[in-house]
């Protein structure tokens, strides 16, 4: 029981910290490419925002294939998947929606 809420809760914070990590470790001068030369490589606004998607999706089957409920914890941790599915999907459409200064809505939030 542990090792499973284990893995489902370190799926969760990494999906959380991840992209935190990610942008402390940049450069100081900024990304290696200009965003929309990233855009163009990889044809993606928000890899890690996909990404992260795709882990939740991946943690959930595998919590919906546990053999047991773990005293009620698969189960909330599977509610907690699909709330962060929600708020990553929101992200992404506030995104599509609202300007910044400096840039179009839609494009990325780091120069």
Not at 2 to 25: D, F, I, K, N, Y
Not at 40 to 54: D, F, K, L, T, Y
Request: with cysteine.
């Amino acid at each position: 029981m542990r090792r499973l809420l284990g893995v489902a809760g370190g799926c969760v914070l990494a999906l959380m910290v991840g992209p935190l990590v990610g942008e402390a470790q940049q450069p100081a001068s900024g990304p290696t490419a200009p965003p929309q030369q990233q855009r163009q490589q990889g044809g993606e606004r928000h890899p890690q925002i996909r990404a992260a998607m795709q882990a939740l999706m991946n943690a959930e089957r595998h919590l919906q294939e546990a053999a047991h409920d773990y005293g009620g914890h698969r189960e909330k941790a599977m509610g907690l998947i699909k709330h962060a599915q929600e708020e990553l999907r929101a992200g992404l459409a506030w995104d599509r929606t609202h300007e910044q200064p400096g840039r179009q809505p839609g494009s990325p939030t780091k120069p």
